[in-house]
């Protein structure tokens, strides 16, 4: 059974960095995968979780959103079991709920998806301040 624990999310101001942790056990396998999302308003009164970014549990591929491509970077130690998301030039608009994510076998074909991530943890706010 796979287990996520996130930390490091606080209150910051734009422009600053923040870098979250995703403690990962029970991956086992180089083609499995850890994502990051972020809680986002969906339709009427629910929330959807918007994909961030994502790195295979090997390290040789990395996927990321348009929205945080140059400013935020996914890593992993596996001697550690912890996946990185390290976030710079921080913006307003990156306010929000971030949750990282295991997939068995992480593909392009699907990686944007949250629903094909089967193992959640329990998430840590980010809120950045003007």
């Known amino acids: 059974q796979v287990q996520l624990v996130e930390s490091g999310g606080g209150l910051v101001q734009a422009g600053d960095s923040l870098r979250l942790s995703c403690s990962v056990s029970?991956?086992?396998?180089?083609?499995?995968?850890v994502g990051w999302f972020r809680q986002v308003p969906g339709k009427g009164r629910e929330w959807e979780r918007a994909?961030?970014?994502?790195?295979?549990?090997?390290?040789?591929?990395?996927y990321y959103s348009d929205s945080v491509k140059g400013r935020f970077t996914i890593s992993r130690d596996n001697t550690k079991n912890t996946v990185w998301l390290q976030m710079n030039r921080l913006k307003i608009e990156d306010t929000s709920v971030y949750y990282c994510?295991?997939?068995?076998?992480?593909?392009?074909?699907?990686?944007?998806?949250?629903?094909?991530?089967?193992?959640w943890g329990q998430g840590t706010q980010v809120t950045v301040s003007s």
């Open positions: 994909f961030v970014a994502a790195i295979t549990w090997s390290g040789s591929t990395t």
């Open positions: 994510a295991a997939v068995g076998l992480l593909e392009a074909d699907y990686y944007l998806d949250p629903h094909m991530y089967p193992s």
């Open positions: 029970g991956l086992t396998t180089s083609s499995s995968g």
